[in-house]
């Protein structure tokens, strides 16, 4: 039995068996939101790296005044946006990822396991009806949807959690290899 199965073994019912375990791709860093994260995130250090100049130069020009300060607090916001969009969140989406191991059962569930958090959310019936892939690249690496996607998990996957909500990161079955495969288990088993 492979370490995942165990992993999973637990939470099973009599009679029940983990007939596919996996978890996300380490290989897969970027996805669809990343066309638009990347550009917005580098033009903001660009933004704020030519605002620290100006002001800088205001500053040695004119002196020391008290806009100077909400300009700095902005300034720092902005910068301390960028770099995290830019960098950071990659460190974290790589952490998020090693922490996830999901598993179907012969029954028909899914499990999403959240080592970190050490919890593990179910899948099963009316909630994997609505299962949808929602990207998918060349090589079969995909994402599962449980249910209705919208605007407050747009993050889910970017390694930006600290912006959305929490639960979206166990909505999903983030970056599966052989994601149509995947798919076709988990709706085959609803049927």
């Given amino acids: 039995m492979t370490k995942r199965k165990k992993e999973v073994r637990p939470q099973l019912r009599q009679g029940e068996e983990v007939i596919w375990t996996g978890s996300p791709c380490e290989d897969k860093l970027y996805g669809k939101i990343d066309r638009v994260l990347l550009p917005v995130s580098l ?3 660009a933004g704020s790296a ?14 020391f005044s008290m806009h100077h300060v909400v300009q700095f607090i902005l ?12 960098f950071v969140r990659f460190s974290n989406k790589r952490q998020m990822k ?11 569930r899914v499990f999403i ?28 690496v995909g994402t599962i949807y449980f249910g209705r996607r919208d ?6 996957n970017t390694g930006m959690t600290i912006f959305g909500p929490d639960e979206g990161v166990h909505a999903a079955m983030y970056d599966v290899e052989n994601c149509k495969k995947i798919f076709k288990l988990i709706k085959r088993k609803q049927a």
Avoid: C, H, P
Avoid at 50 to 63: E, K, P, Q, T
């Fill in 43 to 45: 033009v903001a250090l």
């Fill in 113 to 140: 396991r959240d080592q970190a958090a050490r919890e593990i959310y179910e899948f099963e019936g009316d909630q994997l009806k609505d299962a949808w892939i929602s990207e998918i690249d060349k090589n079969g």
């Fill in 75 to 86: 300034l720092l916001f902005a910068g301390g946006f960028a770099v995290y969009s830019y």
């Fill in 50 to 63: 030519l605002y620290a100049v100006l002001m800088i130069a205001s500053i040695a020009r004119f002196g």
């Fill in 151 to 156: 605007l407050s998990n747009l993050l889910d």
């Fill in 98 to 108: 090693a922490d996830l191991i999901y598993g179907i059962t012969n029954y028909g």
